[in-house]
């Protein structure tokens, strides 16, 4: 079975600033995909990006952007001109090429400082 | 579109009795999922469909908990009888299986969830 980890609980952030989240998985597949999403209070899941394991290169949106690193399992967010509205849980997910189900990390709660 | 749809928003019972949790997906959308959201346990996935159909139902925590899907435009998570372990975020989620070219559309759009309390 797939796993992910987020080994960072909480991260805090200066507004304007860089963050990255951390997120690891655990496969044995080749195909699958990978997705960042923001819960803010409202407790509305949003999708932040995706990335395509077939795909070298790393996706960005706008102020998001991901450094996907598949010999090691790593996908981790970076996100850049931290907002105040950029608070909030955030999930890192892997979904199989073979199933329909996302598989969730923990979270990791980003807190921006004005 | 009006997104995936949830009722009721917030729902307190009483232990013991029957809850029923409702779900309107993305019309169109061909995999509905419910997930169950708790501070301990975080994101576990419940039982998701295809077409209507229940595909796999093994997050499913007890008897106690059953969900049909009758049309593609209504989804039902029923726990029977609650119990005060049973409070927690309950969300539904819609996604369209859909291929174009290499890139599957995969992406699951999340209602925004229906908060439990069994006292």
């Known amino acids: 079975a797939q796993t992910v980890t987020q080994s960072q609980p909480e991260m805090s952030v200066q507004e304007a600033e860089t963050v990255t989240l951390s997120c690891t998985y655990d496969?044995?597949?080749?195909?699958?995909?990978l997705f960042w999403y923001k819960q803010p209070p409202s407790r509305q899941m949003i999708l932040v990006i995706r990335?395509?394991?077939?795909?070298?290169q790393n996706a960005t949106e706008n102020r998001f952007s991901v450094n996907f690193q598949k010999a090691a399992k790593s996908f981790s967010l970076k996100i850049s001109d931290s907002q105040l509205g950029d608070a909030a849980m955030y999930f890192c997910?892997?979904?199989?090429?073979?199933?329909?189900?996302?598989?969730f990390g923990a979270g990791t709660i980003l807190r921006v400082k004005s | 579109d009006a997104g995936v749809i949830q009722s009721p928003r917030h729902e307190v019972t009483e232990m013991g009795q029957e809850v029923t949790l409702r779900c309107k997906p993305i019309?169109?959308?061909?995999?509905l999922f419910w997930y169950r959201q708790t501070m301990m346990r975080g994101l576990e996935l419940l039982i998701y469909?295809?077409?209507?159909?229940?595909?796999?139902d093994s997050g499913m925590p007890e008897d106690r908990f059953s969900a049909k899907m009758p049309n593609a435009s209504f989804s039902t998570l029923k726990i029977q009888p609650s119990e005060p372990r049973d409070s927690a975020v309950y969300f539904c989620?819609?996604?369209?299986?859909?291929?174009?070219?290499?890139?599957?559309?995969?992406?699951?759009?999340f209602g925004q969830g229906t908060r439990l309390t069994v006292v």
């Open positions: 997910a892997y979904r199989s090429e073979y199933g329909n189900k996302l598989v």
């Open positions: 990335q395509e394991a077939y795909k070298q």
């Open positions: 496969t044995s597949e080749s195909d699958y995909y």
């Open positions: 989620a819609s996604s369209l299986y859909h291929i174009q070219g290499r890139s599957m559309n995969t992406e699951a759009f």
């Open positions: 019309s169109g959308h061909d995999y």
């Open positions: 469909f295809n077409n209507n159909v229940p595909i796999d």
